[in-house]
């Protein structure tokens, strides 16, 4: 079965600041996708950057790029020049079949001016 | 521009109560889904649907039932409402199983 795991419950960046909210996952399969999605108080799920395992090369959205290591099973986000936008739960996720997610359990991130 | 639509919001209902919560996506997605988020969880799959007519159980699906008549409407319901239920609820759809979930704006549901 697949596992994703957030460590980090909570964290804060001042605004303009750099900030990586970890993510590692467990999964038996070979070819699968990850994501990171943003949830603001609005409660709308948001899709903030997507990779998949067999391309090596770490997907990168404007401020947003991860670091994936596959061999480790990590796949950390970081948010570059950090927003008052930026201002969300952050949920990381797997799927083998992009129908069927599996989340972590999230990381609030709070930005400060 | 509508993309999945979720309905109601919000519900309250009183526990042994049944309602169905309605989900539907304008964008001939094949894929649907729906997921349960409850705090320090984050999100379950409870039911997905890989076209009309196909659905399968996910993590949590007791208590839930779905249906899949068309390609557009998948329809979450509540035979018995129980407290364990209160949720907030998002369904979800992708064109295929390799491609973005596109999510509703999710029900919040509280059985008393």
């Known amino acids: 079965a697949q596992t994703v795991t957030q460590s980090q419950p909570e964290m804060s960046v001042q605004e303009a600041e750099t900030v990586t909210l970890s993510c590692t996952y467990d999964t038996s399969e070979s070819n699968y996708y990850l994501f990171w999605y943003k949830q603001p108080p609005s409660r709308q799920m948001i899709l903030v950057i997507r990779q998949e395992a067999y391309k090596q090369q770490n997907a990168t959205e404007n401020r947003f790029s991860v670091n994936f290591q596959k061999a480790a099973k990590s796949f950390s986000l970081k948010i570059s020049d950090s927003q008052l936008g930026d201002t969300a739960m952050y949920f990381c996720a797997s799927a083998y079949n992009t129908d069927k997610l599996i989340f972590g359990t999230g990381t609030r991130l709070q930005v400060f001016p | ?112």
């Open chain 2, 1 to 112: 521009n509508a993309g999945v639509t979720q309905t109601p919001k919000f519900q309250v209902l009183k526990t042994g109560q049944s309602m169905t919560l309605q989900c539907a996506q304008d964008m001939n997605h094949e894929y649907m889904s729906w997921y349960r988020q409850d705090p320090g969880m984050g999100l379950r799959l409870i039911h997905y649907s890989v076209g009309a007519g196909i659905t399968d159980q996910g993590e949590v699906p007791n208590g839930y039932n779905v249906s899949r008549s068309t390609t557009e409407d998948f329809p979450l319901r509540l035979l018995s409402a129980a407290p364990s239920q209160t949720s907030v609820y998002f369904c979800a759809s992708s064109i295929d199983q390799n491609t973005e979930a596109f999510f509703g704006q999710g029900t919040r549901l509280t059985v008393v």
